[in-house]
């Protein structure tokens, strides 16, 4: 009896060792609109999205450019075409195999007009791409083929030099053909959603959190070592810090900055500060009178703090920012600043106070304006700063905020406002992917419906031009005209803020803040 007591405790002991689930509690920032991939445009979306599919080639833990369907590449020696070989393990969370055509359907469906992606301009260096999502070409020209299963083939309209790095961003994730197809309203819902990346979706609560569990289908399934993963929208930085604290967050995404002394007091190498490819920003609506007028955009420009928003309100994770372009990115120099960046405030007082008179206003005719902004305590404190800046120019200012997903709906669906705070991370380190903001067609991200046909010429030329020198010669012309009219007030370069448990390993601080989950793991 003794020894059939000790064997079933043995049974029973390695049998709960076996079944031990090793949990991820992530806090993302904010609740996503859609798991869509070709219909989302945020970052916390794009967190979420990275675990559950797997591109031709995926972000590393550091960043960089890794395999990912396709285990190699080759490219010609004009730069125009890209030969991916997929690796023939690959599958989808069903168990069907992921092929070259799927890839084929998914650049199909997302430039199909008909799908109404906002973020479909990014893949325009696609040879076709451009014609085919504005309807003026069949699907069949775009230039992605599948000579055979394990082959795509991808045509470029011009060289592009950051292609790869384009290629992981979250337009690049396939979809699974034959679940859009049978439900296309539903099929990134829960039970539903077939998806080929180390997790799959298996619980959505909206606005408590999102639940992914480990694919068993993965190709690389055995290296990955969480079992599930919940998401929860963090839109409460301070609240956040408390449940991160108490142990209930392995990491979040973001911190309250006006915490920073006592977070950096109490957390020690568990809060992670680090450079970041983005630009905090505030969008004013030029289709709207007075914000049409060149002068009063910059006239509320001049006058902002920058310095003072970046030390006092950011706690100096933040840079003050005088372009839309961050310094240091690839494939360019020096950005091309704001004529007025190294005037002292006070002649930016005198020369703004100057351009409102010009533009008609003034103590009789006070600018009335409403900045809109996403709930943060941080982008409240920087809007009520800023109000307090531009009351030496007669403005009279009021506040909206909303929660993310509300404010950006507005922007992108053009929704009424004045002027609102935006932010752009650069999804790959090259300045078009800043400055094709600003382009008359790009309807989704120009949130300023900012239209200039100078500038959209400059960067047709650029897009077309292959001698790397050259083409950062003219993103900085049109640079220069964006500083000139300033649809955008630049504010500041962020720096990424990440509370990062000690129990989590595996998180590499990197430039554009990606941490996909599975190259991360859990301990005691």
Do not use: C
Not at 49 to 68: C, F, H, K, M, N
């Amino acid at each position: 009896m003794r020894h059939l007591a000790l064997a079933a405790a043995i049974l029973l002991g390695s049998t709960a060792l076996a079944g031990a689930e090793t949990v991820y509690h992530r806090g993302n920032t904010a609740e996503p609109e859609t798991l869509d991939q070709h219909l989302t445009s945020t970052i916390y979306e794009s967190n979420i999205l990275r675990d559950l599919y797997e591109g031709l080639v995926i972000d590393g833990a550091d960043g960089s450019v890794q395999p990912g369907v396709a285990e190699s590449w080759a490219m010609s020696d004009d730069g125009l075409v890209y030969t991916f070989t997929l690796r023939n393990d690959a599958k989808w969370s069903n168990g069907d195999p992921v092929t070259a055509s799927d890839f084929v359907f998914s650049y199909r469906r997302i430039l199909d007009p008909a799908t109404g992606a906002k973020y479909a301009d990014v893949l325009y260096p696609i040879d076709g791409a451009e014609a085919y999502n504005k309807g003026e070409a069949d699907a069949e020209t775009l230039g992605v083929r599948a000579p055979d299963d394990l082959t795509v083939e991808i045509t470029l309209a011009n060289a592009t030099p950051y292609f790869l790095q384009l290629l992981t961003h979250q337009t690049s994730l396939p979809v699974h053909p034959a679940t859009v197809e049978a439900d296309p309203e539903n099929f990134t819902k829960p039970g539903t959603m077939v998806s080929n990346g180390p997790y799959a979706l298996s619980e959505w609560v909206p606005n408590a959190h999102i639940k992914a569990e480990k694919n068993a289908n993965f190709h690389d399934a055995d290296s990955v070592a969480i079992d599930t993963v919940y998401y929860y929208p963090t839109e409460d930085r301070a609240a956040a810090l408390r449940r991160f604290e108490a142990g209930e967050l392995d990491s979040n995404n973001d911190g309250p900055v006006e915490q920073m002394t006592y977070m950096s007091e109490r957390l020690g190498d568990q809060l992670r500060i680090a450079p970041y490819l983005g630009t905090y920003y505030y969008a004013i609506n030029t289709s709207k009178p007075p914000f049409d007028d060149a002068r009063v955009r910059k006239a509320l420009s001049m006058v902002i703090d920058r310095e003072f928003l970046a030390s006092e309100i950011w706690g100096d994770t933040m840079v003050a920012g005088y372009s839309l372009v961050p310094p240091g990115i690839d494939n360019y120099g020096e950005p091309a600043y704001a004529d007025y960046k190294d005037m002292s405030l006070l002649d930016r007082e005198d020369s703004a106070l100057e351009m409102m008179k010009d533009a008609g206003f003034g103590p009789d005719n006070p600018l009335e304006v409403d900045i809109r902004f996403n709930t943060s305590e941080n982008h409240q404190k920087t809007a009520t700063a800023i109000a307090d800046m531009w009351k030496p120019l007669g403005v009279e200012t009021t506040l909206t905020n909303s929660d993310t997903k509300t404010h950006y709906a507005i922007l992108r669906d053009r929704g009424d406002f004045d002027v609102a705070r935006a932010g752009w991370i650069g999804d790959y380190s090259d300045p078009q992917n800043f400055l094709f903001l600003l382009e008359s067609e790009n309807e989704g991200f120009n949130y300023a419906r900012y239209e200039n046909m100078e500038y959209d010429n400059l960067m047709k030329r650029a897009a077309a031009t292959n001698d790397l020198d050259e083409r950062a010669g003219i993103l900085f012309q049109a640079e220069e005209i964006f500083s000139r009219d300033q649809p955008y007030i630049p504010l500041m370069y962020y720096g990424s803020i990440s509370l990062v448990s000690d129990r989590l390993q595996g998180w590499e601080d990197n430039l554009r803040n990606v941490h996909p989950t599975r190259f991360m793991s859990v301990g005691e």
